[in-house]
């Protein structure tokens, strides 16, 4: 799982960051998320392979259903880019978090601390 404040690697078990001790509670539902949605892809692709192959059909159904969401689920848990609001102007901002903890808003060019 990568820190969303810095991009580093932070422990899967891990709330907060071990180098920049950033609150990573939000990171760590979305990687619970892509685990749950690969099992419910997993679930959907074998009943769906189920109805066409009794016999393999659930099994290649389910193999492919759980790497689809998995896929996905990770591919939203991995994102490095967020939206904050700008605390002088409110301004909403997409900001890379890999980039560090500071960033200027483009409206205000004020510069703030993203935690």
């Known amino acids: 799982m990568l820190c969303v404040n810095c ?12 180098w920049c001790h950033a609150d990573n509670s939000r ?3 979305s990687h619970l998320f892509s685990r749950v949605l690969g099992f419910i892809g997993a679930a959907v692709g074998a009943g769906i392979g ?10 290649v159904g389910g193999v492919i259903g ?14 490095t880019h967020r939206n904050v609001k700008c605390p002088n102007c409110g301004t909403m901002l997409r900001v890379d978090t890999t980039q ?7 409206k205000c060019q004020e510069m703030f601390h993203l935690t």
């Open 27 to 29: 990171s760590h539902a």
């Open 7 to 18: 991009g580093k690697e932070v422990p899967f078990g891990g709330r907060v960051c071990p």
């Open 100 to 106: 560090g903890p500071n960033y200027q808003c483009f």
């Open 66 to 79: 759980m790497i689809i969401g998995a896929v996905i689920g990770f591919s939203k848990g991995m994102s």
């Open 50 to 59: 189920y109805m066409i192959d009794e016999e393999m059909g659930w099994l």
